[in-house]
């Protein structure tokens, strides 16, 4: 018993020390920041974002504790485009105290690509069969449903262009504890023109899709 008690101390003070702080907060200055500390297993992140919700620019920067199986160490670009929702985000990852204190530079603005997908042309559509053009790093046509985790009647669906990356990130989402979504069906992707065909559907409510990349740094 006292060789196992002393294992969980060795295990809870090594992981303790092993945390990392990290600047919280959104603003680009670090002034409008705290430094807190992290979980053992979550790295440091700030994230520059520029898009439009429904009509509105938005410019966001946050900065926060990121779990390390969901981003990993160094510079990304994310980007996705729903119709009444775009955008683009300079995510930049590191493992050192305090290194999201420098503040990044926003993604460049994209030209369009070669690849079209169906979309929704309003949160409140019925049938998802307008189209889209990708741009930059859009390179797949996503579609699927998202649900309020504590009410499944307040649903959305996702159709559009995502950047491949992407598709990785909401592959590993649902593996939060405190997500306040859920997917009820796995996420379709794919490459080509037109692929994520949609048909008829019903939209109940929108859920702030631009948050979804976003969602895990508050």
Not at 21 to 42: A, H, N, V
Not at 161 to 189: G, I
Request: proline residues 4%; hydrophobic residues 35%; contains cysteine.
């Amino acid at each position: 018993m006292k060789l196992i008690l002393s294992l969980t101390l060795i295990w809870t003070l090594s992981s303790t020390a092993e945390a990392l702080q990290c600047w919280q907060g959104e603003g680009y200055d670090t002034k409008r920041s705290s430094l807190f500390p992290c979980d053992s297993t979550e790295l440091c992140a700030t994230v520059a974002a520029r898009g439009t919700v429904s009509g509105y620019y938005q410019e966001p920067t946050f900065r926060s504790c990121v779990p390390s199986f969901i981003f990993k160490e160094g510079k990304h670009t994310f980007s996705l485009s729903f119709g009444y929702v775009t955008m683009a985000a300079s995510v930049h990852v590191c493992n050192t105290d305090g290194c999201n204190s420098e503040g990044i530079p926003f993604p460049d603005v994209q030209r369009e690509n070669n690849l079209q997908c169906f979309t929704c042309d309003d949160p409140f559509s019925t049938v998802c069969n307008q189209t889209v053009q990708c741009v930059g790093v859009e390179d797949r046509c996503i579609s699927g449903t998202v649900q309020d985790k504590y009410n499944v009647g307040l649903t959305s669906h996702i159709y559009g262009c995502v950047s491949a990356n992407y598709c990785e990130v909401l592959s590993r989402f649902e593996l939060l504890p405190d997500l306040s979504v859920k997917f009820p069906r796995p996420l379709k992707y794919c490459g080509n023109n037109f692929c994520n065909s949609a048909g008829s559907v019903k939209l109940n409510v929108m859920t702030l899709l631009f948050g979804l990349i976003t969602l895990i740094f508050y």
